[in-house]
Every structure is written in structure tokens, then in C-alpha cells.
């Protein structure tokens, strides 16, 4: 089989189990070191890291700048959307985040706008018209940076696609990450021609959840962990096509040579990878990487391209006999 190539375009680094905090306790060193080795050698080569806040989005900068293949975003959540308020001034937290943003493109690291748009399952954090006010605002973000879009939808796809065809000449391209929707969602955005739809474990946890995985285009599908979330568990459908496993032992009897059992991790992307090969039907999991590889520097990447690339589409992917 071909060498994969694999781009993890979500990663949360900037979250304490990285630096080995569970639920406010250390259970062992931070080792993002040590989880990045794991990822560069089972063929990840670029990670995307996410920022979720305006301080968040500073450390996933920093985060960023310490190896050439990470990359960040530079947003706020629709569960932290009450942070433009609260400092009084939402203009000032706008240029604030736009300052960043050059910062981090001047710096070749910011690749994207976001993580923003609207999670209605979790109004307990923040009401749904802040959500929608402030989705909208970070548009004006996209526009004046020219960056694409790094998107969020939970339990919201009516309002969101509303927000995203009021906007979409602001921004030139996005993706709706860690899709978890019905196959009508999944529908209203392949509605946009410039929205891929990123597809981790958590895509992928029931029969219903892989029927409508099946139906996203691959020239319209990127991959990703969301970790450390969204891990493919024993329990979940897609389970039965995965074929490449990891060592792992508890975050307690901590092994730097083993993943930790409960906390996902970049090298995972093999897996969800090998699940979107199984439940499509696709043998040749080589060609089906380098199509995926494709759609994230179409987006993220674009001056990577080179005159070969388009020649990575042309390659059919063969259904299983």
C-alpha cells in the first residue's frame, strides 16, 4: 500500500489533557512532544490546531509556532460567545481577534477563521441569539483576512445556513467540522459549493451516522480527531472497519510509547481514515487519502498546490467487490 498522507484538521492541543490534566488533577507529564512524534510517524504531516477563544486562539498560536507543520485557527465558539460582551466592548474584542489573526498569518500559521457558528445543544452556555449575533460578526473576520472558514454546527442547521447564505460573499471557502448531522443537514450544506464537511469518531458512532457519511462526495470530505474527543470506541458502528490499533494504557500507568485509553489523539486519523474506506465501499485507501489531502490544501493549503495535484482526483476509487 501507498505511504498516506494525512492532514488532521482538527486538533485541541491548547486543552489540559495535553498537558496531563484530567478533571483538575495531573496524572502525568504534558507530552504533546511525545503525541506529535506518534502522529508524524503513522503519516499525519500537518495538523490544524483550533482556537476557541480569544485566549485560547493565543495559545493555539503559540502552540503553532513550535513545529513547521502546525498550524492554528483564530475564533471564538458559539459556547463562548459572551466573551465579546463582557470586557463592554465587543468592537475592541472583534480588532482584538483580527489583530491576532495578522499576527498569525504574517507568521504563516493562522490558516483559518473559527472555530465559530452554532451549537443549540448547548444553550446552558450561551443563549442563542448571542450565538447567532456573534457567528455572524466573525464573517467580517474571514472578509478582512481572507482566510476560510473553520466552522461549527450542532442541533442548528436551519439558523446556520441562514447565517452562512447572508455571508457568503464574505468568505471564500469552509468547513463544517465534526459533523454529527442528519442526511438532510448533511444535504443543506453540500448546498454551499464551498463547504467541505469534516467527518471524525464521532461522525461515525452509529449505522445512521455511516449512512449519512456515505453520502458526502469525497471531493467534498476532509478527516480529523477533534482530540482529544470524538475517539472511535468499541461501542460505535464504524468500529468493524478499523484495522490499524495503538498500544494504550490508562492516563494513571501513564507509557510514553502508548496512547492513553479515553483520550484521542492526531495518530488516530488512520482509523477515521480506515472508516470512511469501509463504510464507503473503497479498497484503495491510498487514493482515498490523497483526494482528502487534496480537499484540506484546496482550503487551508491553497499555495501548496501544484500543477500535479488536480492529477490525485483523477485516479478512480474503486468500490469493494
Avoid at 474571514?142 to 442541533?155: D, E, G, V
Avoid at 482509523?271 to 479498497?283: F, M, T, Y
Wanted: proline share 3%; hydrophobic share 35%; with cysteine.
Amino acid at each position: 500500500m501507498a505511504t498516506l498522507r494525512m492532514i488532521d484538521i482538527a486538533v485541541n492541543f491548547t486543552d489540559g489533557m495535553f498537558k496531563g490534566i484530567y478533571n483538575g488533577k495531573q496524572c502525568h507529564v504534558a507530552d504533546i512532544a511525545t503525541v506529535l512524534n506518534r502522529a508524524w510517524s503513522a503519516g499525519v504531516d500537518r495538523i490544524i490546531v483550533t482556537g476557541g477563544s480569544l485566549e485560547e486562539s493565543k495559545e493555539a498560536l503559540a502552540i503553532a509556532e513550535t513545529d513547521g507543520r502546525l498550524f492554528c485557527t483564530v475564533g471564538v465558539h458559539p459556547t463562548r460567545c459572551r466573551e465579546f460582551e463582557e470586557g463592554g466592548d465587543p468592537e475592541k474584542h472583534y480588532r482584538s481577534l483580527l489583530s491576532l489573526a495578522r499576527e498569525g498569518i504574517q507568521k504563516g500559521k493562522v490558516v483559518a477563521i473559527g472555530e465559530c457558528g452554532l451549537d443549540y445543544d448547548r444553550l446552558h452556555f450561551c443563549p442563542s441569539e448571542i450565538q447567532k449575533k456573534y457567528f455572524a460578526k466573525q464573517f467580517e473576520l474571514a472578509c478582512a483576512t481572507k482566510l476560510p472558514m473553520f466552522l461549527h454546527m450542532r442541533a442548528a442547521a436551519d439558523d446556520f445556513c441562514e447565517i452562512v447564505d447572508r455571508n457568503k460573499d464574505r468568505f471564500a471557502a469552509g468547513v463544517a467540522h465534526s459533523f454529527t448531522g442528519s442526511a438532510e443537514d448533511r444535504d443543506k450544506l453540500l448546498s454551499f459549493s464551498n463547504i467541505f464537511i469534516g467527518v471524525n469518531g464521532c461522525s461515525l458512532k452509529t449505522s445512521e451516522n455511516l449512512d449519512v457519511v456515505r453520502g458526502i462526495p469525497l471531493e467534498r470530505m476532509m478527516i480529523e480527531t477533534d482530540s482529544p474527543y470524538c475517539e472511535i470506541k468499541s461501542t460505535h458502528a464504524g468500529i468493524g472497519y478499523v484495522k490499524t490499533l495503538w498500544p494504550s494504557k490508562k492516563k494513571e500507568k501513564y507509557d510514553p510509547e502508548s496512547t492513553i485509553k479515553g483520550r484521542n489523539e492526531p495518530c488516530l486519523v488512520h482509523q477515521v481514515l480506515e472508516v470512511v474506506a469501509g463504510c464507503k465501499g473503497i479498497d484503495d485507501i491510498g487514493q482515498l487519502s490523497k483526494t482528502l489531502y487534496h480537499n484540506t490544501c484546496r482550503v487551508f493549503f491553497p499555495q501548496d498546490l501544484d500543477t500535479t495535484a488536480d492529477a490525485l482526483l483523477t485516479g478512480s476509487l474503486t468500490p469493494a467487490e
